[in-house]
């Protein structure tokens, strides 16, 4: 009996890797780009899908899957054709392709519960998920005067959600960790790593009609092109076309493991025919330390108008900046642009941009942004060189056809940064591509360079990755990679990875050995995770590392992941060594 099921459960078809869909919706060339918050939205969105032929299409912009022009094609054709039936049927709409639409797969179903003529059913019951977490790692560090320095560190976590028919919402998480160091008396606890900050509750309200969202708790704002407001995450590179455009989701609840930061208050949305408007408060730093900040505690509203097309929008907030911008698209090309006036540091930005095909297989991207010197760049997100919105000019061009992407990035600063320097600049290029070489065989490559006339040496990095599907064992992969940086010195990186992906169980095993003498010089390969757990090591030193990886689903309610690492190298004279491993339980019921 158990020999039979070991045998059905090998012989079933195999669950398909769908991190480069999380790129392509991204606009990440890597994953090393993303970060925690990033990744576990689309981990949620994985878990409960949406329904491609009954959310509404505010719903899949509020995702981030679609924008304005998208929702309103898709919107459009199922009032007049009815239910679409397969992805290849959406790849076929305007504004979509057939990337896109296998992207999109991963998180849509295509299931309908109201058959045309019929009326919608009933409230559907409430669900729920509930995910507990533990991570434990040891890590100690050999130094000449120092034979030993240990730490052991437990962190666990707990998060709930609750859907009910989509109409209310509500969710927690958070997690603790407690350093304990090992002594001859026994373990002895350092300071444990929790506050306020690393609770996220929210209880959200979405409405039907006039009444969009109403919201209580840990959030996120984000708004236009990122100028005025946009919190969480945001790319500061540009290495695809798609990362050239962001994607405004409005009022997004926030529940997670991790401690990255969120929006705390109250917000609401509300709409009438084309127009929206957004209301929202943040007192997180009052919460916290019981003290006002006037640059981090605000009000904030947005009135919007839009239609098939696109969508204008005017936002103010009390910490002193206004903008005015929009998005609009017309026969496959997109025009985007943002305004902002910085009252307190009488400074201005801006951002404008257009994307659009050409030759029928080609896509294409054009961005110009300002960022004055003075300008306030806290809560930005908009397209940019380095970290911050201010002190930047800068062009940037993207092209993408099929399997490659090509991107630059120049951009000048107007007060320089280098006392030696009168002006300084940077510039960015990356190169992307994948090729499928026949037989299972398949390379993705990718290379970028940084050159400044300031600061930091001039950066290079060069990265490939093979990897190789048997025919007649399509349930198995094997990948190995190489990574070279120059900078101070040259970095170097080698890996392999064995995937088993089956229905109900998933194995990766990952080995590799690095050499990076100098810091600059270190490279960065992400290491799979449960969902809600983003991990991407820094690899310096000389040394090696070994992780593994599982996920298994015994039940149809009940998913379990575990995650083991471990990593011996050594890093100007000092021996660092360090095993971790961590279990998650995921309940939906």
């Known amino acids: 009996m158990f020999f039979c099921l070991f045998l059905s459960l090998f012989l079933s078809s195999p669950v398909e890797d769908w991190m480069p869909a999380v790129l392509l919706l991204s606009g990440a060339s890597a994953p090393e780009e993303l970060d925690e918050g990033e990744w576990e939205r689309f981990s ?60 999109l797969r991963f998180f849509l179903t295509l299931g309908s519960t109201s058959p045309p003529g019929r009326p919608a059913p009933a409230a559907r019951p409430a669900r729920h998920e509930l995910t507990a977490r533990t991570e434990v790692s040891l890590s100690r560090r050999d130094t000449p005067d120092k034979p030993m320095q240990a730490t052991l560190t437990p962190s666990p976590g707990l ?51 006039w009444t969009g969202k109403v919201l209580v708790g840990d959030y996120h704002l984000r708004f236009l092109q990122g100028l005025c407001l946009w919190s969480g995450f945001s790319m500061s590179g540009l290495s695809t076309p798609s990362a050239f455009v962001r994607r405004p989701t409005g009022i997004s609840p926030y529940a997670a493991f991790s401690r990255t930061p969120a929006l705390r ?10 127009w929206e408007a957004t209301v929202a408060g943040n007192i997180s730093s009052l919460l916290l330390t019981g003290a006002f900040s006037a640059d981090k505690d605000f009000v ?8 098939r097309h696109g969508r204008l929008g005017l936002t103010a907030m009390t910490a002193g900046k206004t903008s005015l911008g929009g998005r609009g698209s017309w026969r496959g090309t997109d025009l985007f ?66 399997g490659w992407t090509l991107t630059a990035d120049a951009c000048l600063h107007p007060r320089s940064r ?25 390379l993705d490559v990718r290379a970028s360079l940084r050159l400044r006339n300031y600061g930091e040496k001039q950066k290079y990095d060069l990265r490939g990755q093979a990897s190789w599907q048997p025919p007649s064992v399509s349930w198995a992969t094997l990948s190995a990679g190489a990574s070279c940086c120059r900078c101070d010195a040259w970095g170097f990186l ?11 169980v998933s194995l990766y095993l990952q080995e590799g050995w690095h050499r990076a003498p100098q810091w600059a010089d270190r490279l960065y390969l992400w290491r799979r995770s449960a969902p809600g757990s983003f991990s991407v090591p820094a690899r310096y030193g000389e040394g090696g590392f070994l992780s593994f990886y599982l996920s298994w689903k015994p039940l149809r309610t009940l998913k379990l992941y575990l995650r083991a690492g471990w990593q011996d190298f050594t890093y100007q004279s000092v021996r660092h060594r360090s095993a971790d491993a961590a279990l998650q339980l995921s309940w939906a019921f």
């Open 159 to 209: 998060k709930y959600r609750m859907d009910w028919d989509g109409r209310l919402q509500a969710g927690v998480g958070s997690s603790v960790s407690l350093p304990l160091s090992p002594q001859a008396a026994g373990l002895t606890p350092g300071k444990v790593n929790w506050d306020l900050s690393a609770l996220h509750p929210y209880l959200c309200w979405n409405g039907r009609k």
């Open 418 to 442: 280098d006392a030696s320097c009168r002006h300084t600049a940077q510039l960015k290029a990356v190169a992307t591509g994948r090729w499928a070489l026949g037989k299972g065989w398949a």
């Open 44 to 103: 949620d969105l994985r878990a409960r899908p949406l329904s491609l032929n009954e959310a509404a299409p505010q719903q899949f912009i509020d995702a981030g899957l679609l924008d304005e022009y998208q929702a309103a094609v898709l919107e459009d054709y199922r009032r007049r054709c009815g239910d679409i039936l397969s992805f290849e049927e959406l790849a076929l709409l305007d504004g979509f392709s057939r990337e896109l639409a296998g992207a």
């Open 337 to 402: 642009g943002e305004l902002c006036w910085d009252i307190r540091g009488k400074s201005w930005a801006a951002t404008a941009g257009c994307a659009f095909s050409f030759a029928s297989r080609f896509k294409g991207c054009v961005s110009l942004r300002y960022y004055a010197p003075d300008f306030s760049s806290g809560n930005c997100g908009a397209v940019r060189a380095g970290t911050k919105c201010a002190n930047e000019a800068g062009v940037a061009i993207g092209v993408q056809g099929s």
């Open 494 to 504: 080698l890996w392999l990875e064995q995937s088993v992906q089956l229905p109900s």
């Open 300 to 307: 904030a509203a947005e009135i919007s108008w839009g239609g």
């Open 265 to 274: 208050g109250a917000a609401a949305s509300f709409r009438y025919g084309g």
